[in-house]
Nanobody
Framework: VPLVESGGGLVQPGGSLRLSCAASGFTFSSFAMNWYRQAPRKGRELVATITSEGLRTTYANSVKGRFTISRDNTKNTVYLQMNSLQSEDTAVYLC?????????WGRGTQVTVSS
């Protein structure tokens, strides 16, 4: 189940980035999708979740009001719009889905927030 993230990079505090995760190999529109992040020396954190049809979303308290998860089922892609970025948002961001109790991960995309 290939999941390929893109869109990371270096951004100044207060800036924005839009991450994408392109999926293939499964019926994308049937499964919820998640964005996680992992910062150095920290555990993996669930950032945002979107249901299969995109009708419901949930967010970690640390990003609520700043990040928006969305999906385009015609393009098999899930997005994470990140605004008002802070240094604490620096991490590798990973796309995830769970299919039949098996968790699938992309390789991640690095986001660095620094002046």
């Amino acid at each position: 189940v290939p999941l390929v993230e893109s869109g990371g990079g270096l951004v100044q505090p207060g800036g924005s980035l839009r991450l994408s995760c392109a999926a293939s190999g499964f019926t994308f529109s049937s499964f919820a999708m998640n964005w996680y992040r992992q910062a150095p020396r920290k555990g993996r954190e669930l950032v945002a979740t979107i249901t299969s049809e995109g009708l419901r979303t949930t967010y970690a308290n640390s990003v609520k009001g700043r990040f928006t998860i969305s999906r385009d089922n015609t393009k098999n892609t899930v997005y994470l719009q990140m605004n008002s970025l802070q240094s604490e948002d620096t991490a590798v961001y990973l796309c995830n889905t769970i299919i039949v109790l098996t968790s699938y991960w992309g390789r991640g995309t690095q986001v660095t927030v620094s002046s």
